[in-house]
């Protein structure tokens, strides 16, 4: 970490990157020197992606901006940020319905360490309904998901759901 440098850190499940994230974390590269995608890892829940595919579709969807990196982490968001030198943590807010969590989780964090700042960005409008959920609902059941994730993603959706189909027909025989 350079000296002076401003580091954002962005928090989230990533399970998968979509258009929303990115939208997120483009604008966040706009204000800040360095933006920290950190993928939360949590032994405790199932993913679809493991944590090393997930920043590694991170990586490749941030290819041409150097300032945004990925990573992944076990544990505190606060710990991470402060690994990584980052004075602020993004959230982004797509709804009314998102506020109450987010603001709950921003007050714990700053209690936690309190030269945090939590900064809330809101995504462009087209991508306000979209979530890592609906995206793999729809990847799953062999609906259109371009558009909605960075091309990347798409391929490992594809990728991901062809096998398991493919296993379940196998199965079937
Ligand atoms: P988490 O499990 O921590 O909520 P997510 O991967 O779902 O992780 O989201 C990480 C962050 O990105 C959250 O702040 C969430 O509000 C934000 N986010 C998710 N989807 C979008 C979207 N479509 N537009 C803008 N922000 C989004």
């Known amino acids: 970490m350079k000296k002076g440098e401003r580091v954002a850190l962005f928090p989230g499940s990533f399970d998968p990157y ?14 800040f020197d360095r933006v920290v995608v950190a993928v939360a890892h949590n ?8 944590p090393e595919e997930r920043v ?20 505190l968001v606060v710990d991470c940020a402060q690994r990584v030198g980052a004075h602020v ?17 921003a007050l714990m964090n700053r209690r936690l360490s309190p030269g945090l700042e939590i900064a809330f960005l809101m995504p462009s409008q087209e991508y306000t309904y979209l979530n890592s959920t609906l995206v793999k609902e729809v990847a799953k059941h062999g609906g259109r998901i371009h558009g909605l994730v960075p091309p990347v993603v798409e391929k490992a959706l594809l990728a991901k759901y062809g096998q398991r189909a493919a296993r379940g027909a196998g199965r079937r025989k």
């Open 56 to 75: 590694n579709l991170i990586r490749e969807s941030a290819h041409g901006h150097a300032n945004i990196t990925a990573i992944h982490f076990v544990g």
């Open 89 to 105: 943590i993004i959230r982004g807010l797509r709804a009314v319905s998102d506020f109450e969590f987010e603001f709950q989780m």
């Open 43 to 50: 032994p405790a829940k199932t993913s679809l992606f493991t």
């Open 18 to 31: 979509t258009n929303g994230h990115l939208d997120l974390a483009l604008r966040a590269a706009a204000l």
